[in-house]
């Protein structure tokens, strides 16, 4: 149910019934015509006054049968934006932050190698797993896994539609979910909140925790307590979602948020632009093929950010020990990929 009246890149606004007369009157002043109006709810709704539902957008069957997914070469896979997600970047306002098919594409294999890669399976042959979407899908993690991971791996979502923590439970109990896919503030909901006793979570086996730090303390007394899994990872939205992660099959309980990823590269360097020695705290500098292509019609921020030859600084501090084990130590900017959960409480 969308309680704002919002003007997007496409001039389309979407309005709950009842604000139609406000929805109309915005829209003259703004100088948009009606055409470009539409009401919007999980239910299909009459026309009202000239104003309809939102469904009208909707291809018809033929036209879906019509239609065919245009066949980007190489070239214009790389160069050709997919998405446009919004970021803090490393530093200032909100940023568009173009992601290419091609980012796409290469993070999601990256991801799906190291998840798997020392576990006693393969992505080919599989444990059976069940998830649960309730990450924002507007959002880098939840587009990586909700969306582009499960379709790629088969594997059944229970999408919900707000996250409300008793429904949570209530899903990962009916349902058998086996992984989850969080950010810390869930990991101190099951920490503290005394109603989770009362729902068997004990298929739940695996969880990826990211979007914000996560303390060692918090991993693993959520860990201990309900016997399950909990490997951190790193990402932002420059590099499409993740460039770090404990490979699938290793217990970490040090806090670590992992290793580099496949094809990604890092450097580590102080104030004064040097790279520092190993366990020594430096700015991290990300390259690879997850690196997005520049931020939306900013020029300035894009060169600020990424070098000519695709160094991403991503404004976070971190030491790195002999075994390429990285841990987030601090950070230059106000955030890196944090998760807003809409929770009902």
């Known amino acids: 149910m969308v309680h704002q009246i919002k003007n997007t890149g496409a001039q389309i606004i979407l309005a709950h019934p009842t604000m139609i007369k406000t929805a109309v009157a915005a829209a003259e002043k703004a100088g948009l015509s009606k055409s470009r109006i539409f009401q919007f709810?999980?239910?299909e709704n009459q026309t009202q006054d000239g104003i309809k539902d939102w469904r009208h957008l909707i291809g018809s069957p033929s036209d879906g049968e019509r239609w065919s997914w245009p066949k980007l070469t190489p070239e214009e896979?790389?160069?050709?934006?997919?998405?446009?997600?919004?970021?803090?970047?490393?530093?200032?306002?909100?940023k568009g932050v173009c992601v290419s098919h091609h980012n796409l594409i290469a993070n999601l294999e990256q991801t799906i190698f190291i998840r798997y890669h020392q576990k006693p399976y393969s992505r080919n042959n599989p444990e059976p797993e069940r998830w649960i979407g309730f990450l924002p899908l507007y959002h880098a993690y939840g587009q990586q896994y909700t969306i582009l991971m499960a379709l790629v791996l088969q594997i059944p979502v229970y999408i919900m539609k707000q996250f409300v923590y008793g429904d949570f439970?209530?899903?990962?109990?009916?349902?058998?979910?086996?992984?989850?896919?969080?950010?810390?503030?869930?990991?101190?909901?099951?920490?503290?909140?005394?109603?989770?006793?009362?729902?068997?979570?004990?298929?739940?086996?695996?969880?990826?925790?990211?979007?914000?730090?996560l303390s060692k303390e918090l991993q693993n007394d959520v860990s201990k307590r309900f016997n399950i899994?909990?490997?951190q990872g790193w990402g932002m939205t420059e590099v499409t979602c993740g460039a770090l992660h404990i490979p699938g099959g290793v217990w970490d309980d040090s806090g670590s948020v992992g290793q580099l990823d496949p094809n990604t590269e890092c450097m580590l360097k102080d104030d004064d632009g040097n790279e520092v020695a190993v366990g020594e705290p430096g700015e991290m500098y990300i390259r690879g093929p997850q690196v997005c292509l520049r931020y939306w019609k900013n020029d300035a921020a894009t060169k600020e950010s990424i070098s000519e030859d695709k160094w991403l600084k991503t404004g976070d501090v971190?030491?790195?020990?002999?075994?390429?084990?990285?841990?987030?130590?601090?950070?230059?900017?106000?955030n890196s990929l944090l998760l807003t959960l809409t929770t009902k409480y």
């Not at 896979?77 to 909100?94: C, D, E, H, Q, R």
């Not at 503290?192 to 086996?205: F, G």
Request: include cysteine; charge should be positive.
């Open 77 to 94: 896979s790389v160069n050709t934006v997919a998405t446009i997600n919004y970021s803090s970047g490393t530093t200032g306002l909100p």
């Open 318 to 334: 971190a030491i790195c020990d002999e075994r390429g084990y990285f841990w987030i130590v601090d950070r230059k900017k106000v």
């Open 229 to 231: 899994h909990i490997k």
């Open 41 to 43: 709810s999980d239910e």
């Open 169 to 213: 439970l209530q899903t990962i109990q009916d349902n058998k979910i086996t992984h989850l896919q969080v950010a810390p503030p869930i990991l101190v909901m099951l920490s503290k909140r005394p109603e989770t006793k009362n729902y068997d979570i004990s298929s739940v086996k695996d969880v990826l925790c990211g979007a914000a730090p």
